[in-house]
């Protein structure tokens, strides 16, 4: 076991894959010689490579599409574009393409390729560098959208993704890169695609969350324990596509109060699908509102306002607060 | 400090063998027996045949929307003429008659224009991808599995079909782009038809041939006259063999003519003129390449009646196994097949809860 970042860790993800299966081929812009604007893909190119770290050119449907193509062929691609803001200039391609290959082909052919990308904001960036915007990943049929809260979980996740045999969106929450650290397994783990996890036990409320979000949730919390006494369950969704709907049902059952938490715009995001799911499927059990703490339906602003625009311990413990009052 | 000319390692040539009365360029005639020209010929006359059937099938309401490829059989056939099994076919939407050459059964073909998904469906061992509609974006898959090729170390060819108007959309140029940076055995075949819709070539390009445009990528680029089957497989042939010699990718642009409508839901009467279209009734492709068949005695009127009524009957079992087929399809839960490797629970329920519904109707 080593203390590790997220960076690190998605980085040993990336290098034992590698070292595993020569079909695993890692491409994007800058990730070669630079390893990465992040330093995700750092010592990879050194290791293995540019037939297997490519430098490509600046174009994000190409890195898609080129990517798709590797992966009809049996190769395993795990392609980075630079920002989840740049990611639609290649949107099509994962809609058109990634996500329908399987169907069209009625089952002759899979897209077994990972789209990894920094996502979300609280880095003091520049306009299309702090967007949260996985639902248009998730509302595409035949996608999986995968976001981890830790450097662990990211790590086992990453690993199912590249050897899962559909196509997977993998956003990394850029906040958390190097937030903290948490002890990694030098074996391998891995961890299935399309399950959630309890984060934290309670029976007084449900708060729903994942990504950076959820450590934002997991201090609200604490402080409402600490505080008040206040036991809130706290699930990390982990997969947002396909939405694992199980265990916050369960948890709901019990509590029968939700709020949550996610940073992209709040209407029709991911927290409107689980409001849904929890109506269709526990309402008799709700005694509040579902309430959702999110970003506010704009383009994020720009780092001054960000602070105000992204769902903070404050607003969480708010939230809650009222849901349990209701 | 003076200012000169760059000279550009590439230039492009206009190759044309065969001329609209069929006479051959016999310095530019390709080596190759007789069987293979009348395996040429088969594939065309069998591509122009087809569209004929499915236009009426179409017609009556038996099938939907599909796009004609009347009077681009050379530019077909010629090109995937060169391939290999083992080499990769990469189609959009208007390549019926290379996807059969390759052998895409005829029945999917009607399946697919019939509203089955299953007419997509690619049998294992055959390299061709399904189409692709969304215009000029399979340029980039082509060349991610000549990546792959290359990768494996394997000595195959990727091919890919594109419009004209697909040059002006940018994963056309990505995909040269990429495909020259990282020099995959691709082979890059733009079907020119002149026509994107109502679009004219003129107005997709100011370039004066597309063939040009591969050059700025650093891939060279050939013009042929797409209506001359031995061209085009010429061309071909040279591009599947730079490509798998290891000395990269090529374009070939096929000078041709969409001689009927865009697709069956389309009325060209109110873009284009009858004349322009008659123009190119003598150039057609067949015609000129049954005209050279004679000329070399390879070829006789009986023998063509007989091929003819073979690729008939053909045609009316394909007809027939796919009217069958249809049968067998029913089943609108059929849709959930293939969304992943395994349904997510949210689908399964979503799959319950269509066979409920369906099993109401039925009672
Ligand atoms: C990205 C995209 N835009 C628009 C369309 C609608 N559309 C279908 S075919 C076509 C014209 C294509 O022209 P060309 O590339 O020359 O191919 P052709 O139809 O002549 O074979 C258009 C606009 C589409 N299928 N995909
Ligand atoms: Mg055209």
């Avoid at chain 2, 895409?104 to 390299?127: F, H, R, S």
Wanted: charged share 25%; with cysteine; glycine share 8%.
């Amino acid at each position: 076991m080593a203390k590790m970042t997220m960076v690190q860790a998605i980085n040993l993800a990336l290098k034992q894959e590698m070292e595993k299966d020569d079909n695993v081929v890692v491409l994007g812009e800058d990730v070669g010689v630079d390893g990465g604007v992040f330093r995700v893909t750092e010592g990879l190119f050194e290791q293995f490579g540019e037939n297997r770290v490519m430098d490509t050119p600046l174009a994000e449907a190409g890195i898609i599409g080129f990517s798709i193509g590797m992966a009809l062929y049996g190769l395993k691609p795990v392609c980075e574009i630079q920002f989840s803001g740049f990611t639609y200039l290649g949107f099509h391609q994962l809609e058109s393409h990634a996500a329908r290959l399987r169907g069209r082909s009625a089952g002759r052919f899979t897209v077994p390729m990972v789209l990894r990308a920094p996502y979300g904001g609280g880095v003091r960036a520049l306009e299309h560098h702090s967007e949260s915007r996985e639902a248009y990943f998730a509302h595409t049929p035949g996608l999986k959208m995968v976001i981890p809260s830790s450097p662990r979980n990211a790590r086992a996740l990453l690993v199912s993704a590249i050897r899962d045999p559909d196509p997977v969106v993998y956003f990394e929450p850029k906040a958390l890169y190097r937030a903290f650290r948490e002890e990694v397994p030098e074996d391998e783990e891995t961890m299935e695609l399309g399950r959630s996890r309890i984060a934290r036990e309670g029976k007084d409320i449900t708060l729903i969350s994942y990504g950076a979000m959820l450590h934002e949730t997991m201090q609200a919390a604490s402080a409402l324990h600490q505080k008040q006494g206040i036991e809130a369950e706290v699930i990390d969704l982990m997969t947002i596509a396909p939405l694992d709907d199980a265990l916050f049902i369960e948890s709901a059952r019990k509590t029968g109060r939700v709020v949550v938490i996610h940073e992209a715009p709040r209407s029709f995001g991911p927290g409107a699908e689980v409001a849904v799911r929890l109506v269709e499927k526990s309402f008799l059990y709700l005694e509040a509102p579902i309430r959702r703490v999110t970003g506010f339906d704009l383009v994020i602003p720009l780092f001054q306002r960000e602070k105000a625009y992204l769902p903070g311990v404050d607003r969480i413990v708010r939230a809650v607060r009222e849901t349990l009052d209701f | 400090m003076p200012r000169q000319e760059i000279e550009l390692p590439y230039r492009i040539d206009y190759l044309s063998i065969l001329d609209e009365q069929g006479k051959v360029d016999q310095d530019l005639e390709p080596d190759v027996d007789k069987d293979f020209l009348l395996k040429l010929h088969r594939g065309m006359l069998l591509g122009r045949r087809f569209d004929e059937r499915l236009l009426q099938l179409q017609r009556q309401g038996r099938m939907g929307t599909f796009a004609p490829i009347t009077g681009q059989e050379a530019a077909q056939i010629g090109a995937v003429a060169a391939l290999e099994d083992s080499d990769w076919l990469v189609p959009s939407f208007r390549e019926m008659a290379a996807e059969i050459w390759r052998g895409k059964t005829m029945e999917n073909v009607i399946l697919l224009y019939a509203g089955y998904n299953e007419g997509g469906a690619i049998p294992d061992g055959l390299n061709n991808l399904p189409i692709a509609i969304p215009v000029g974006t399979q340029t980039l898959h082509a060349a991610g599995i000549a990546y792959a090729m290359k990768y494996r170390q394997e000595k195959h060819v990727a091919m890919v079909f594109f419009g004209d108007g697909a040059t002006s959309e940018g994963d056309f140029h990505e995909a040269l782009n990429f495909a020259g940076v990282f020099q995959v055995p691709v082979v890059f075949v733009c079907q020119n038809n002149h026509w994107a819709i109502s679009i004219p070539r003129s107005k997709q390009t100011r370039s004066k041939t597309l063939a040009q445009k591969a050059l700025a990528y650093g891939v060279p680029g050939i013009q042929v006259d797409g209506n001359d089957v031995l061209a085009v497989y010429s061309a071909a042939r040279e591009a599947v063999e730079r490509a798998r010699s290891g000395d990269g990718p090529s374009m070939i642009e096929c000078v041709t003519y969409r001689m009927s409508v865009h697709t069956t839901a389309d009325d060209p009467k109110r873009y284009r003129r009858e004349e322009d279209v008659e123009g190119w009734v003598a150039k057609d492709p067949i015609t000129r390449f049954e005209k050279y068949l004679k000329s070399r005695k390879i070829f006789t009127d009986k023998k063509i009646e007989a091929i003819e009524a073979e690729i008939k009957q053909e045609i009316k079992e394909a007809v027939e196994r796919s009217e069958k087929k249809m049968e067998e399809l029913g089943d609108p839960l059929l849709m959930f097949d293939h969304v992943f490797a395994e349904l997510p629970p949210y689908l399964r329920e979503q799959h319950e809860e269509l066979r409920k519904e369906l099993r109401q109707d039925s009672t």
